[in-house]
């Protein structure tokens, strides 16, 4: 079955383990692949992924592409998926990627609640009291539960961070240098990937809101302009930070640009451009410390981005007349805090999509326009869409018959909005 008829997006249902030793060569592996801890339920979290796809993924990769593998930070989780990936052919001896957010909800079994469950005293009235973080919570019912107040089953905080593991195919020439030279591989975008300083954000979007992008195809000139304009801004790093969430409160100032005297200074620069620090580049703004690493940001100097977050209304664009799904965190026991649980009837019933912004800035980072990208595991089409809004081409392969059709409906209702 046929799932898109975008010229640009190839989608495909099946087990990718059957569909990829079909594929010719691909430009850059962008995937959210399943970690292996069933979660939220699901049957295709199970099991890491088999190592003879990341063989396959290698093999369609051309020499020097890359691979921007999402996982857990969980240990057990990340370093067999980063075995997984060396043991295939990768190479992996570059940072991860850390990308912080503040939308994560806790999962942790509330021991004290536990016990007096297990001692039968959960029929009994439950005083609630305000907590600090303004939540209710039962305050404990038996003299066991109160001793063990305020503790957790295990070591399970609030999740607020995901790696991105990078990982290389071995590069055919004997250096970068031969290698960019021969078929523009084993390098990284990372002049258009630098973060924006609040004037940078304001220059661009007053200046440069077209991006280009007509009737399906770029105007070339229009969108090298963009990209001459966004190689300002602070060089990036190996840490992504979404709604601002190292805002400690403290409002951090930097120098203007300015003669300081004679010497050396690391300002974020790379050690090519490193030159007396009177010739250094100091950024004139202040803000918290999340604006040294914002990828919101980043999506800013993007226009043709629809919406900047993966809000429930990303999340179910395109899909107003598909059936809702109740989506909840797979536990059959009740939540200690039923605000946290997503027990909500939505659209795009798929627990793990990831933001726009987020694999626009990977797309961007590891390709070019005209690109192919490959995602071995689609999900609800995520990676495929930020490949369509950045000209890129894109290849999806998800097992489930009914994200294969959600992702179809997103493309659909982004190409419109696109034309």
Known sequence: MKYCQDPFVTIHQGDCREILPSLDCVDLVVTDPPYGISFMGKAWDKALPDKAIWQECLRLLKPG??????????????????????????????????????????????????????????????????????????????????????????????????????????LSEKTFVDQSLKNRKGITWLDDCKIPTESDTRRIKSGWQDSGYVGGQYDSEKYNAFEARNHTGRFPANLLVSDDVLNNGRVRKSSPVGHKGVGWKHSGNTKDEMTPLRYQQEFNDSGSFSRYFDLDSWAQTLPFLIV?????????RGLKDRPTEQVTDGRDIPPDYPSQRGQTQRHNPHPTVKPLKLMAYLITLGSREGDVILDPFMGSGTTLLAARQMGRKAIGIEIEEKYCEIAARRMSQMVMDLT
Not at 100 to 120: E, M, T
Not at 308 to 316: L, V
């Open 65 to 170: 592409g890359f691979a921007f593998v999402m996982c857990i930070p969980r240990a057990d989780c990340l370093s067999r998926m980063i075995i997984s990936l060396e043991d295939a052919g990768f190479l992996v001896n570059f940072t991860p990627i850390f990308w912080a957010y503040a939308s994560g909800f806790p999962k942790a079994q509330n021991i004290g609640k536990a016990v007096d469950k297990r001692l039968g005293a959960e029929g009994t009235v439950q005083i609630c009291k305000k907590d600090g973080d303004g939540q209710l919570r039962p305050i404990p019912a038996t003299p066991q539960a109160k001793a063990l107040d305020g503790s957790y089953g295990g070591f399970q905080p609030k999740p607020a961070v995901e790696v991105i593991i990078v990982a290389m195919k071995p």
């Open 308 to 316: 900047p977050k993966a809000s429930k209304g990303e999340k179910d």
